[in-house]
């Protein structure tokens, strides 16, 4: 794995974590919140939203990627995601978001909420064959 500098992760970290805060789930009460870095460095968070009409609720790793895009973002190098505890990887439909806006060496984290149990995958690993078009 690589080493990522503590600051970039600490920025990730606080941009998800604060995104986290806002997520609205009233129905499973477990919050997630996901953040995004540009090709230029730039950070984007997201939260998951909840619907009562399941399963038009949005996963945190979509919004915050979808105001990456908003923002005029193209190409996204990192991503952080955090929920509760432990581990929390991507869903199959999050991998493939991502790896729409991003190349497989892409690093994605995942952190619990309390700032432990750091693991990192590249989004290759996470999806190994992505579907593109054109490929």
């Excluded at 995104?19 to 499973?28: E, F, N, T, V």
Aim: aromatic share 6%.
């Amino acid at each position: 794995m690589t080493d990522p500098s503590p600051s970039l992760i600490d920025r990730l970290h606080e941009a998800a974590r604060a995104a986290r805060d806002h997520a609205h789930a009233p129905y499973s009460r477990y919050k997630v919140g996901a953040a995004v870095m540009d090709g230029d460095g730039r950070i984007f968070a997201g939260c998951n939203m909840e619907n009562a009409s399941f399963p038009l609720g949005t996963c945190a790793e979509a919004v915050a990627l979808g105001a990456m895009v908003a923002a005029g973002g193209r190409t996204c190098t990192h991503v952080l995601v955090i929920g509760g505890t432990g581990e929390l990887t991507p869903c199959g439909g999050c991998r493939q978001r991502i790896a729409e806006l991003c190349e497989a060496d892409c690093i994605v984290y995942s952190l619990a909420a309390d700032g432990s149990a750091l693991s990192e995958w590249t989004m290759g690993e996470l999806l190994p064959h992505a579907f593109k078009l054109g490929t």
